[in-house]
């Protein structure tokens, strides 16, 4: 598809130069590395644009279906390298970069993550835009170009702290304003009656600007577009009020607006029902769907034909009022009737769901869906007693509507054609217990499409030692077909492969020590066994069962300290929603258990705790290559599929988990015998929390346990103030809502197994390998596929 030849580290060298020169302005003998750093990317950016001309002329002139995924969040991490490795040019950019006599590291180093995303699902919706881009699945991804991306966290005796993110404060060279592609997006307001038809009048209007990111796919033969949209004030400030001398009112049009693109929302579980919220969410949805008939009626298409041409993804229900706003630009704008618009956008529409967890189902009071979005509140009601008509049987608790508020799930699942869970046990699970009225009214509707990461982030590009490893045995080609992984397996007999697989692993492994060695201040062994837990902090992944188990085990090594232990480092890393005290009373307790096991005399290193702050996706890239044992330990039932467990297994890690999310597709794929099983089902923990006693009964059943919590409220890791632990110790004994205490034993003697395998180094490796060789069904390329066979009815494009 690219004309232009493949550049050398010369030419490519000389190309850098000149944007130093004339992009940034400055001479190359005061260039700094920030410098440097813009001119490679867009030294790089040159290279992506041609292929993303070809591709969006190819979709047009074919006339091509084109699948739209909307999502509030993209955690995209840092872009250079991941676009020079799709390019074929990460070492010819290396060559070129060394030739200036700049560190290669320092300039791919200088990049700030783009995180504009919480957790699994804004780094899923990353994924899937680099997987639909490799298998040439013409779309766009919408998103909002948050000013703000996550908040920072920094620790303050043992605490955490949050300050502002701000990647914007420098310029993104990825992203292409777009100011001509704008549109009005109207909140508040009154519906009135023009020629019989209800005609929606907004109170207050905002802009949205479009920015667009290309994100190229493995090998450059295709790439798609990241189109984020900003807020901006429809008018700079009111003149009049200005003239009037009312300076402060005169600026509201720009404060509203600012406001609304400023922040991502930092909680990924708890929904809060806060009115700025939904308007983000609208404001991307409807600056998304103005684009999407724009496009559609620009090729010159019928709206009746939208169906054919165009697919909506709605990731989880944060842009669920897509549905309503499609009904209405269809019926209202366009004049198509009514419940003919509404078939026609559940034709377009597909949803899907990613979590569970009561506590972080959207639902918006009708009061505040009327008064942000009144016509959209009208066409719900009107959705909802369509649906009713059509299914005479539908229970009478069954609706959209219920006790004064518009359930965001329940109007996705009724406004999409395909309603999809992402592991095999979550999708069982939405039947089950989700929608199992609606299931029953609409069999089918409801399908699994597994998770799935990228093979070119999340092994050719973070874990170069293992890659190289790959290529010298089976080749190249399994970044795109990652199923080629198995040819690995006849190899698993031969002692030289073993040898470099654990050569790679080792070598991760001091590199992440230097790194710890210079952040943290912390020496690790590098034989030790690296135990890594990162993902944002919730009681439901129980990161305190691990730190329980830690402390259990310190605690024996000081009772026997003549005992064959394997040395063992734990890792932590993750966020806390600002305003989750449970969580961040974790986050203490591992941090001051750090402290008081990190600097026992009598443990030495065969027991070290590190916690670095601020986890991100490039860290996640430093420490999952490292990794020896991967902690996936979510009371069963809760973690809907979990990705960085397949991150981890993919690069060699041996799982420690419960049979939750897609743990049990992994265990499944890569053979019981080469994962670490613990636990109660969900049906068991079902069953078990019926006994209001659960935990006072295991923890009595439990000596260690005991012990444990004992030494935690005696204030033993917070001797300044030993009641600090109080509260955690308590709702041990007489809630643990997730089980910890129940499933503690369970995952103690499974970590006891972990130990005696690791002493057997000859069969970690094995066990180890046969993970890698054999995770190629979790590559996002096999689940962009699904999407595109079972909801999106459309064929690649190459
Ligand atoms: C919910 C809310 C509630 C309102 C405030 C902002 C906000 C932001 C995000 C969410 C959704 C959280 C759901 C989520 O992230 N689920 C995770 O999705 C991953 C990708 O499918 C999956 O691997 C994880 O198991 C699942 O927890």
Known sequence: MTNTPTPTAESLRDKILHHVTYSMGKDAKHASIYDWRMALSLALRDRVVEPWFAATRKTWDQGRK???????????????????????????CRSAIEGLGLDWYEVIENEPDAALGNGGLGRLAACYMESMASLGCPGYGYGIRYEHGLFKQRFEGGQQVETPEDWLKQRHPWEFERPESAYEIGFKGYVETVDGKPHWVPGETVLAEAYDMPVI????????????WSAKPTEMFDLARFNHGDYAAAAEPEALARTLSRVLYPDDTTYAGKELRLKQEYFLTAAALQDILRRHLAADLS?????????????????????PELIRLLSDVHGMEFEHAIETAVQCLGYTNHTLLPEALEHWATYLMGTVLPRHMQIIEKIDSWHRRNHPNRPHFVGIVKHQEVRMGELAFITSHKVNGVSALHTELIKKNLFPELNKLH??????????????????????????LIID??????????????????????????????????????????WIAQSEGITLNPDAIFDIQVKRLHEYKRQLMNILQTISEWHEMRENP??????RVKIFGGKAAPGYYAAKQIIRLIKDVAEVINNDPLIGDRLKIV????????????????????????????????????????????????????????????????????????????????????????????????????????????PDEPERYHDLVHNM???????????????????????VAFGDRASWAKMAALNTARMGFFSSDRAIAGYMRDIWDTTSAL
Do not use: C
């Open 303 to 323: 709206l009746e034909a939208l169906p054919k041409h165009v697919a909506i993804q709605m990731n989880d229900t944060h842009p669920a009022i897509a549905g």
């Open 733 to 755: 004994w007489n809630s643990d809502y997730f089980l910890v205490a129940s499933d503690f034993e369970s995952y103690r003697s499974s970590q006891k197994e972990v130990d």
């Open 562 to 567: 003549q005992a064959d232990y394997q040395p």
């Open 611 to 718: 916690y670095p702050a601020n986890y991100n996706v490039s860290m996640a890239e430093r420490l999952i290559p490292a990794a020896d044992l991967s902690e996936q330990i979510s009371t069963a039932g809760k973690e809907a599929s979990g990705t960085g467990n397949m991150k981890f297994a993919l690069n060699g890690a041996l799982t420690i988990g419960t049979l939750d999310g897609a743990n049990v597709e992994i265990r499944e794929q890569v053979g019981a015998e080469n994962f670490f099983l613990f636990g109660l089902t969900a049906d068991e923990v079902m069953e078990r929390r019926r006994d209001p006693e659960h935990a006072r009964h295991a923890i009595l059943e439990s000596p260690v346990l005991q012990d444990v919590l004992q030494m935690i409220a005696e204030g033993r890791f917070s």
């Open 66 to 92: 084109r699948v739209y995924y909307l999502s509030m969040e993209f955690l995209s991490g840092r872009m250079l390298e991941d676009a020079a490795i799709n390019l074929g040019l990460r070492a010819t």
């Open 217 to 228: 796919g493995w090998q450059g033969k295709w790439a798609n577009t990241l189109r984020l």
């Open 443 to 468: 069999p089918g509707r409801i399908i699994n499409q597994t998770n799935g990461i990228t093979p070119r982030r999340w092994l050719r590009m973070a874990n170069p030692a293992l890659s190289h």
């Open 473 to 514: 045995t089976i080749g190249e080609g399994w970044e795109g077909d990652l199923d080629r992984l198995r040819e690995l397996e006849p190899h698993i007999e031969d002692s030289a492969f073993l040898d470099k697989f654990m050569a790679a692993k080792r070598t991760n492994k001091e590199h992440l020590a230097a």
